[in-house]
C-alpha cells in the first residue's frame, strides 16, 4: 500500500509539470488550472536551468520552462535583461500627487498638491533630470531608494527619485540570494494570462528590498506587474506603497508606463501622518532613437524653377506672416522632439473639428488655416503660437463635454483672430538650441492681461455664434467646479508655457460664462461639471501618440464617484505588441471610464 502511495504522488507531481510545460507553450490565451503545488518556488539554491535564455536569445525562442524554479529562473532573467534594455533609454517621467483630507460629503479630497516632470536615466542606476527649476531638488546624499522623508522641520517632502525607482522590484539585486518566490494563483490582465507570485526579502536581504506581488506573463515570463513597497526604511524615512504597470509596446519586452502610489487610512479614529494619491507616467522611450533615424530620411533636392508670382519676393505683410509660420514650425518642431508635444494624430482631429466649427459659423477669414496639437503634460494649460493651438492631455482629460472643450478652443482661437501673435523670436533657431529639460526656461507663451481680457470677450462673441450656444451652461459649470477646487490645485493649475487660468486660487479664464450656468450641486448625480484625470486621453509611452479611451461609461451612484480633477488608480488593459494595431493599452482610471468622445454623455 506504501508503494502504491508513492507511486501515486510521483505520477501526480509529473503530471503537474506536464500540465505547466504545456501551459507555457500555449499560444492562445485559454483559462487553464493553477498548479497543485503552491509551495516557496525558491527557498533553495536550485541547479542553473537548462532552459535559461542564451546572452540575447528572446524568451520567446527557448525551450519552455518544465518547472516553478525554471519559471523563476526565467522571470530574473528576463527581469535583468529589462534593465540591460532600458540602460539605454531616457524617457520623460511625470508623478503628480495630490495630498489628501477627509470631507464628510465626498470623502478624501485633496487639499494640496504637488508635480513633478523630469527625464529618467537608466544608464548605471536610475537618475532623473528636472524640467521644473525652482522646485525641490535631489539630495545627492540620500539614499536613492528613498521616495520620502521628514526633513529636519519635520515637514514631509517628497523625493520626485522615488517615485521613478517604483519601475523595478529591485534593480540590482532581483535574485534567489536576496528574495523567495511563492507561487499564489494564475490570474487574466485584460489578454494576458498570468503567473501570480509573492515575494517576500530574505532575512539578510538588508533595506530597501520589494515586498508585495509580481504577474509574469506566460508566453515570455515578463512582469507586467508590481504592487507592494519597499521593506525596513531607515529612521524618518518613509517607503510608499505603488502599483506598478508595464505595456508591452515592442516584441520582447514590457515597458514601465504607469505608477499609483497612495497613502493613508480615514476610517473612523485613524490618524495619519500622511496621505496623498499620486499617479506617474512614463513616456518618450523611443524618442532620441527616432530622431536619430529620421535625421537623413527627409533631405530632398530638386532643381525646379518656378517662375509664378507666388515665387517672387514678397511683399512687407507676406514676410512678416512667413516669419511668423518659421517660428510657429520651430516651436512645434522643438516641442515633439522634448516630448512634450504629441505627433499629430486623430485627437488633434477632433480638436481641430470643434475649431472649425467655431470658425465657419462666424464667417473669420485667416490667411493661413488654424492647427491644434496635444501637450503631453497633466497641468491644465493652453496657448497659442502662431496659428498653432496647443492644449494639454490634462485639460482635456477633465472636461465633460464638447461645449467645454469648445470653450478652452475659443479662447486660443480669439487671440490669433485679434492678431495677438506670439513667439516671432523663435524664428531664430539659435533660440532652439537648448537642453530638453531647458524647456520652460526657453520658450513662454504668456500675454498681458490686456489681451488674455480681450480673447475672453472675442471667445464668449464667437461662441455665442457658434453651434455650441446652447452648451456653454456645461462650460459655466466647469469653470464653477474649476473654482471650487483651484485653492487645492495650485500645481495643476501651473500654466508653464502660457498664462495660468486661475490667479491666486481665483478662476480668470472665461469666468464670465459661469455667472449664467446653473448652480453647482455635488449631490446631483446626473450633473457632471468636471472629470478625474485620465479619463479620456492615453498616452502611448514607447512612441508618444495620443487617443481618445474608448470605455464603456460606468454608472455614478453617489457624489463620491465623481471625483472631479482628482488624482485615480490606474487599470490598464493588458495585450500583446502586435505591429499591424496601435500597441498602446487602455489607460482608464480604475473607477472612472468616461465616454470616448467629448460630446458622448459625460458618465464614468
Known amino acids: 500500500m506504501r508503494k502504491a502511495t508513492s507511486e501515486f504522488t510521483l505520477s501526480n507531481s509529473w503530471m503537474i509539470l506536464a500540465l505547466l510545460a504545456l501551459a507555457t507553450t500555449a499560444v492562445a490565451q485559454q483559462p487553464a488550472p493553477a498548479p497543485q503545488n503552491s509551495s516557496t518556488a525558491a527557498t533553495t539554491q536550485s541547479q542553473p536551468d537548462q532552459s535559461q535564455p542564451a546572452q540575447g536569445q528572446s524568451g520567446s525562442n527557448m525551450t ?13 532573467w528576463r527581469e535583468k535583461e529589462l534593465i540591460k534594455f532600458l540602460s539605454r533609454r531616457t524617457p520623460i517621467v511625470e508623478t503628480y500627487l495630490q495630498d489628501l483630507a477627509q ?7 485633496p487639499q494640496d498638491d504637488h508635480y513633478f516632470l523630469g527625464r529618467m536615466d537608466f544608464s548605471d542606476s536610475i537618475d532623473r533630470s528636472d524640467f521644473l527649476e525652482g522646485k525641490e531638488k535631489k539630495d545627492e546624499g540620500m539614499e536613492k531608494r528613498l521616495l520620502g522623508g521628514l526633513t529636519k522641520k519635520f515637514k514631509f517632502q517628497y523625493q520626485p527619485l522615488g517615485f521613478s525607482w517604483m519601475v523595478f522590484a529591485d534593480r540590482s539585486d532581483f535574485d534567489r540570494q536576496h528574495y523567495d518566490f511563492h507561487y499564489a494563483r494564475r490570474e487574466f490582465l485584460g489578454d494576458i494570462r498570468c503567473l501570480v507570485f509573492d515575494l517576500t526579502p530574505k532575512k539578510d536581504a538588508g533595506r530597501g528590498r520589494f515586498l508585495g506581488r509580481i504577474w509574469v506573463e506566460d508566453q515570455d515570463f515578463n512582469i507586467v506587474r508590481l504592487n507592494g513597497t519597499y521593506s525596513r526604511p531607515h529612521r524618518n524615512d518613509y517607503y510608499f506603497h505603488m502599483d506598478s504597470w508595464r505595456l ?24 495619519n501622518k500622511i496621505a496623498f494619491k499620486a499617479q506617474t507616467r512614463m513616456w518618450g522611450y523611443n524618442l532620441k532613437a527616432a530622431m536619430a533615424s529620421d535625421e537623413l530620411t527627409n533631405i530632398r533636392v530638386d532643381s525646379v524653377k518656378d517662375e509664378t508670382a507666388s515665387a517672387q519676393d514678397a511683399t512687407p505683410l507676406a514676410a512678416e506672416r512667413e516669419w511668423q509660420q518659421q517660428a510657429e514650425d520651430n516651436v512645434v518642431e522643438r516641442l515633439e522632439r522634448a516630448g512634450l508635444l504629441a505627433p499629430a494624430g486623430d485627437v488633434d482631429k477632433i480638436l481641430q473639428t470643434v475649431v472649425n466649427n467655431i470658425v465657419i459659423t462666424n464667417n473669420i477669414d485667416l490667411p493661413r488655416p488654424v492647427r491644434t496639437r496635444v501637450l503631453t503634460t497633466s497641468p491644465l494649460e493652453t496657448f497659442s503660437v502662431g496659428n498653432t493651438i496647443v492644449v494639454s492631455r490634462g485639460l482635456i482629460d477633465v472636461l465633460p463635454d464638447e461645449g467645454s472643450l469648445a470653450m478652452v478652443l475659443s479662447h486660443e482661437l480669439a487671440h490669433i483672430v485679434l492678431g495677438h501673435n506670439l513667439g516671432s523670436q523663435y524664428a531664430f533657431n539659435d533660440r532652439m538650441l537648448f537642453s530638453d529639460e531647458g524647456t520652460y526656461q526657453n520658450l513662454g507663451f504668456k500675454h498681458i492681461p490686456e489681451e488674455e481680457a480681450a480673447a475672453d470677450k472675442k471667445a464668449v462673441e464667437m461662441l455665442k455664434n457658434s453651434p455650441y450656444a446652447q452648451k456653454l451652461d456645461s462650460a459655466g459649470l466647469f469653470i464653477k467646479a474649476l473654482q471650487k477646487r483651484a485653492p487645492q490645485l495650485s500645481a495643476l493649475l501651473q500654466a508653464h508655457l502660457g498664462n495660468n487660468i486661475t490667479e491666486n486660487g481665483t478662476v480668470t479664464r472665461m469666468a464670465a460664462l459661469a455667472t449664467s450656468a446653473p448652480a453647482l450641486d455635488w449631490n446631483k448625480l446626473d450633473q ?3 472629470l478625474p484625470l485620465g479619463g479620456r486621453v492615453k498616452l502611448n509611452p514607447w512612441d508618444d501618440s495620443v487617443e481618445m479611451v474608448k470605455s464603456q461609461p460606468v454608472a ?16 490598464p488593459r493588458l495585450s500583446r505588441y502586435n505591429a499591424a494595431t496601435t500597441p498602446a493599452a487602455s489607460t482608464t482610471a480604475a473607477a472612472t471610464t468616461p465616454a470616448a468622445t467629448p460630446d458622448a454623455a459625460p458618465n464614468q
Open 528 to 530: 457632471i461639471a468636471a
Open 103 to 109: 470631507d464628510p460629503q465626498l470623502g478624501p479630497v
Open 64 to 76: 519552455p520552462p518544465t518547472t516553478m524554479d525554471q519559471v523563476v529562473d526565467r522571470v530574473i
Open 248 to 271: 508591452n509596446l515592442m516584441p520582447g519586452f514590457w515597458i514601465p508606463a504607469y505608477i499609483y502610489s497612495e497613502e493613508g487610512d480615514f476610517t473612523a479614529g485613524a490618524k
Open 556 to 571: 455614478i451612484t453617489s457624489a463620491r464617484d465623481k471625483m472631479p480633477f482628482e488624482v485615480t488608480p490606474f487599470y
